[in-house]
């Protein structure tokens, strides 16, 4: 997987008006990884792309009104297919982690990307999101210096008792073993 100008060369590219610049453009130090469905618990549809867009109908689902005036981004979606859909550059800040704080660092958006993983907290991520995930992470971590493997975290880990995402569904013990 190649990274060209701060864009992943193999994925779809969906661009979010929901980022600015970081304060520290080569601050890149930490991966966060995130679940999301839409509506909750189904997959496979636009919404996120909607939603990471400020275009979601909030007539389309009653969950949606709660929602539709958010202005969030993560930098990459790793659908339940493998496929991936990249939002933010990665020298840009997204909004994927609101008030958080990592290793006594707050506002975790100035320094992390945000991967999103098609799904929800208790149902299992599917095989090729844990190789496409892999994948992704084992490229950043090669392209950008300040990442690391013991620099990956969940939302639930920089934004606790806020967040439960991606929640017990994952599994990080696969996860390392594949980025071995």
């Not at 493998?82 to 982690?97: I, K």
């Not at 907290?121 to 013991?150: C, F, M, N, W």
């Not at 880990?157 to 569904?169: C, E």
Request: hydrophobic content about 35%; overall charge negative; aromatic content about 10%.
């Amino acid at each position: 997987m190649d990274i060209k100008q701060h864009w992943l060369a193999d994925a779809a590219r969906i661009v979010s008006p929901n980022y600015d610049e970081r304060p520290d453009p080569s601050d890149i130090s930490l991966v966060v990884i995130h679940c999301i469905s839409l509506p909750p618990g189904e997959f496979g549809n636009a919404y996120i792309d909607q939603l990471f867009c400020n275009q979601l109908d909030p007539d389309g689902h009653p969950y949606f009104k709660e929602i539709y005036q958010l202005k969030v981004s993560a930098h990459v979606l790793v659908k339940r297919d493998g496929a991936c859909v990249q939002y933010v550059p990665f020298d840009r800040r997204a909004w994927h982690a609101g008030q958080s704080s990592y290793q006594g660092r707050d506002r975790c958006n100035d320094f992390s990307i945000g991967i999103e993983l098609e799904g929800t907290e208790l149902v299992a991520y599917t095989d090729r999101q844990y190789q496409r995930l892999s994948t992704l992470i084992r490229a950043l971590l090669a392209h950008y210096p300040g990442l690391s493997k013991q620099r990956i975290a969940a939302h639930s880990d920089i934004a606790p008792g806020r967040k439960t995402d991606p929640g017990p569904s994952f599994d990080w013990r696969r996860l390392y073993r594949l980025l071995e």
